[in-house]
């Protein structure tokens, strides 16, 4: 690959009076031996960085102090906060060091220096993590329900939050100045507390007790069962009592939002079937209270019982008398998904006698799915939907549930008259210099979040790639295209955990994309001083270094140049039909050509007037010495040589604030060798724009 072979080229900065703004003491342009040197930024050598009286000078003079100390904390830069400014004090401070990845570095050298970053926030948005951690006080409520015994600690329906905090805020927040953020937790109540009195002690939460009558249910017989729940899709949920689990349907309706994984519910109904599976349907429910809960061994599904339960799911549905949901594993399943529907294959079975039907599948496990791809499943079989197709209701795809470990239902403590339960939620606000205000495009997970994505109280990078995408499905089902939002949470970054850590969220119009920390590279150049040492600049350039000589590692750019001539111009002009054949620009060797003077054989460009006359006579017949090199430098540098950068790099990409150049350093040859620098500018998405050569000067 040409690519490949030049890949290995690729070397460090030659001096260029034309990049003075941001290469300061380059004389001339010189062909000298030159170093390239990848090296990957630690948080360490951030923090380092950060903490550099230098850098703090430039910070305070850039108006960057807090930004550039949150970087050092944090260990990774941001949109805000990039090498450019920082990284050069950070890599002279290296130069003179022992052991030093850069030590040996001559001038002119290069380094490619990778980093960790994260883009998610926009300028206004990066106090968030530094902002006020407020949380709202029993104090608070009582002045939001106006006495200090009637009240409750949390928000209510006719108490809500957003319309008490700014007040609280403002009052509670001293020296707030502009552009500020408090991140706050409080609690809610669905329901407004009736008081009674006064009363200091809560009314004792409704004892929960669990029931033994699943397993009696029969088809259309009224039912009372009090249980767990143990599963939860888009039509229902399955609930587990001492004595069994069933399915307690609501159908397209129903709300999967106010269920968890160990709520405590006590339900009313009547025996239904579906798909030869026994279930409450027309139910009536009381939500008692949450508890943990274990899963009891599953049954180890292999493709042989796989086609059992096919069989006899099919029987229990021809006889309309039902069975029991069965809590079952399965490894290695392979889920597909066509349009709304879910199916998949146990290892083992023949798809003609049984192959799986996933039930109304939350569009929370789709990630977790990897669809085409084996899988470790938990769940429930609950039934037949068709002639071979066992139905299934995930619970678990590789140890991971999104509704496992509920949040608490905790009971307020207040002088309520009726004791009520909570939920914590957490909410971002911003200082307008006057007023508190909410910042409605920032979520910030809370204790309930992180319990449903299997977590504690923080994400790991793989975790926040996985879950925040599924969380702002669930969130925000009918997302328009190019919809963002900010989602503020604890990230845990290798041993440390920065609170208020923000990614940024953007829906594509199939899926959202988040934000957290990635990989960046900037390249920097060792520019003398005069000193004795040197010091390192920004240089977003790329620099190309093309060795002359028989066998160079520059021949498959000569080649593709010859190919250029070749097939651009000797095919349509002068009608060869073979590289080989000498008619036209490139010789009978196949591997020069004298419409530029590319020669792969010597890996460089031939500018003889006399020898490109002699191999095109119709052309430069009659043309002088000064116009035959004239002709072959202008289609070198506006034809030939573009057009083998985009075909070399075509991703490549115009610069973000700071012009991107590609500078090749080649031989030109006219009777003696004579080092040349050519300059292009990249304009457009693998476009390049000629700049200047060292050889028109």
């Known amino acids: 690959m040409i690519g490949a072979a030049l890949a290995t080229t690729l070397s460090a900065c030659e001096e260029n009076s034309w990049n003075d703004e941001y290469l300061d003491g380059f004389d001339a342009p010189t062909i000298i031996k030159k170093e390239t040197v990848a090296y990957t930024m630690t948080a360490a050598d951030i923090k380092k960085m950060a903490a550099m009286p230098a850098n703090k000078a430039i910070a305070r003079e850039r108006g960057e102090v807090a930004q550039l100390e949150a970087v050092g904390a944090n260990g990774f830069f941001t949109s805000a906060i990039t090498p450019e400014y920082y990284a050069p004090a950070w890599l002279d401070s290296l130069s003179g060091v022992k052991g030093s990845f850069n030590y040996y570095l001559s001038e002119k050298s290069t380094i490619q220096l990778n980093f960790p970053t994260s883009d998610a926030l926009p300028a206004e948005l990066t106090g968030i993590q530094s902002g006020v951690q ?46 500020d953020f408090a991140v706050v937790t409080y609690n809610v109540a669905s329901q407004d507390p009736v008081f009674g009195g006064g009363s200091s002690t809560p009314e004792p939460e409704p004892e929960f007790e669990m029931s033994t009558t699943i397993a009696s249910l029969k088809i259309g017989d009224p039912i009372e069962a ?148 084996p899988v470790d499943v938990k769940g429930y079989i609950i039934g037949c939907s068709g002639k071979a197709y066992v139905t299934f209701l995930v619970t678990e795809v590789n140890g991971q549930n999104p509704f496992a470990a509920p949040a608490k239902v905790a009971a307020i403590g207040s002088r309520a008259g009726v004791a009520l339960t909570s939920t914590e939620e957490k909410a971002v606000y911003k200082f307008n210099g006057t007023a508190w205000t909410a910042c409605n495009d920032v979520l910030v997970l809370n204790a309930q979040d992180y319990a449903q994505m299997g977590a504690t109280s923080n994400l790991t990078a793989t975790q926040a790639a996985t879950f925040l995408p599924v969380y702002m499905t669930t969130k925000f089902p009918y997302a328009q295209k190019d919809a963002v939002y900010y989602i503020v949470y604890n990230f845990k970054n290798g041993d440390d955990t920065i609170k208020n850590f923000t990614s940024r969220a953007t829906f594509t119009g199939t899926d959202w994309a988040v934000t957290t920390v990635n990989n960046d590279m900037m390249q920097f150049v060792r520019a003398g001083k005069g000193n004795g040492w040197s010091n390192w600049v920004y240089d977003p350039s790329v620099y190309i270094d093309l060795p002359a000589g028989k066998g160079a590692s520059s021949a498959d750019f000569w080649q593709a140049c010859v190919d250029w001539a070749y097939e651009h ?76 950068l985009a075909q070399l790099y075509p991703d490549a990409q115009p610069g973000k604030g700071v012009d991107l150049y590609y500078v090749i350093s080649f031989v030109m040859y006219n009777g003696s060798s004579h080092d040349e620098v050519i300059r292009y500018l990249v304009t457009a998405p693998g476009t390049f724009t000629f700049v200047d050569c060292t050889w028109n000067e």
């Open 226 to 373: 009090a249980g767990i729940v143990t599963g939860i899709c888009k039509q229902g949920y399955i609930l587990t009592d001492l004595s069994g689990s069933t399915l307690i349907y609501y159908g397209s309706g129903f709300d999967m939002e106010p269920y968890a994984i160990g709520q405590q519910r006590k339900v009313s109904g009547t025996g239904g079937s579906f798909g030869g599976c026994l279930q409450i349907a027309s139910a009536t429910e009381e939500l008692i209270g949450t508890q943990e809960y274990t899963y009891p061994t599953p049954l180890a599904i292999t493709g042989e019982i796989f086609e059992q339960y096919s069989a006899d799911r099919q029987a229990l549905k021809a006889a309309n008398n039902g069975g029991a949901p069965e809590y079952a594993e399965i490894k290695g399943a392979t889920f597909t998904q066509s349009g709304n529907y879910i199916n998949f294959e146990v290892p083992g079975a023949d798809k003609t006698k049984a192959e799986g039907s996933g039930y109304q599948v939350p569009a929370t496990f789709n990630s977790l799915l990897n669809f085409n791809n």
């Open 134 to 179: 407020y949380t709202v006080s029993e104090a608070d409520y009582q002045t939001v329900w106006g006495s200090e015994t009637d009240f409750t600690e949390a928000f209510a329906p006719s108490k809500p939050a957003a319309k008490a905090i700014p007040g609280i805020l403002l009052e509670s927040v001293a020296d707030a100045a502009e552009g």
């Open 569 to 644: 111009v000797d095919v349509p002009e002068f009608g060869a039909e073979s590289i080989t054949s000498g008619i036209g620009y490139v010789t009978s060797y196949g591997n020069n050509d004298y419409y530029t003077g590319a020669s792969a054989y010597q890996c460089n460009i031939d500018l003889r007037a006399s020898s490109a006359r002699k191999q095109v006579p119709s052309v430069y017949g009659d043309m002088s010495d000064d116009d035959v090199v004239a002709t072959m430098k202008k289609n070198f540098e506006d034809k030939v040589c573009p057009a083998v």
